[in-house]
């Protein structure tokens, strides 16, 4: 069965410097993954994914994730964050499209970034 | 961008009392997901639907039912509310058959006293 686990409940980190959201999954087949952000008070928006290709890809607001097959890592990067970042934020996991299957979520890291 | 509409956004109840949530959506999506967000649980789904009066339980369905009469409206009903359903509640719809991406409502937030 597909499970997800973001290593870190809470990363705190001063504006302008770099952060890395960590996020390992488990899967014996070929899996979809996806980061998805929340805004306080907010819905889950989504960031970024990989489906297939280039393990490195980008999405809103500058960051970036690098997918690890021989790791099962799927971790989420950021060169130098804003305040305006501070959110939670979800790692998920998908086997595809097979009936029913839902996205597997992590259970959130919470992203503080202070001046 | 699909629209999803949660209906109530905020609901506060007593423990015994029957709730239903209501999610709609605008484009037709077949499949839609119920989850709640729980602090240190993350999202866990509750139940799904694959299409009018179908129906799946999730990984936390016990006390809650769902009905689809209709494609656009997923309902989810506490027969009973207790308060460990105290959560927010998501809806959400398959957005891509293949990946399983998903878009997600706003979020209902209900409270059991």
């Known amino acids: 069965a597909q499970s997800v686990t973001q290593l870190d409940s809470q990363v705190p980190v001063f504006e302008e410097a770099p952060v890395e959201l960590r996020c390992n999954y488990s899967?014996?087949?070929?899996?979809?993954l996806f980061w998805y952000v929340q805004y306080p008070n907010q819905g889950l928006q989504l960031l970024l994914k990989?489906?297939?290709?280039?393990?490195l890809v980008k999405g809103i607001n500058g960051f970036e994730a690098e997918f690890n097959k021989s790791q099962t890592s799927f971790h989420l990067r950021k060169p130098s964050v804003h305040i305006s970042d501070t959110a939670e934020y979800f790692c998920?996991?998908?086997?595809?499209?097979?009936?029913?299957?839902?996205?597997?979520f992590g259970k959130g890291t919470t992203l503080s970034v202070s001046s | 961008d699909a629209g999803i509409t949660q209906s109530p956004r905020h609901k506060v109840t007593e423990t015994g009392t029957p709730v239903t949530l209501r999610c709609h959506q605008t484009?037709?999506?077949?499949?839609m997901y119920w989850y709640r967000q729980d602090p240190g649980h993350g999202l866990r789904l509750i139940h799904y639907?694959?299409?009018?009066?179908?129906?799946d339980k999730g990984e936390v369905s016990d006390g809650y039912s769902v009905s689809r009469s209709k494609t656009e409206d997923f309902l989810l009903t506490l027969e009973s509310a207790t308060s460990s359903q105290t959560s927010v509640y998501f809806c959400?719809?398959?957005?891509?058959?293949?990946?399983?991406?998903?878009?997600f409502g706003e979020g209902s937030r209900l409270t059991v006293l």
């Open positions: 959400a719809i398959r957005q891509n058959l293949y990946t399983g991406e998903l878009f």
């Open positions: 899967s014996s087949v070929s899996v979809y």
């Open positions: 990989y489906l297939s290709g280039s393990t």
């Open positions: 998920a996991v998908s086997e595809g499209n097979q009936a029913g299957t839902a996205l597997i």
């Open positions: 484009e037709n999506h077949r499949y």
């Open positions: 639907s694959y299409g009018v009066k179908d129906t």
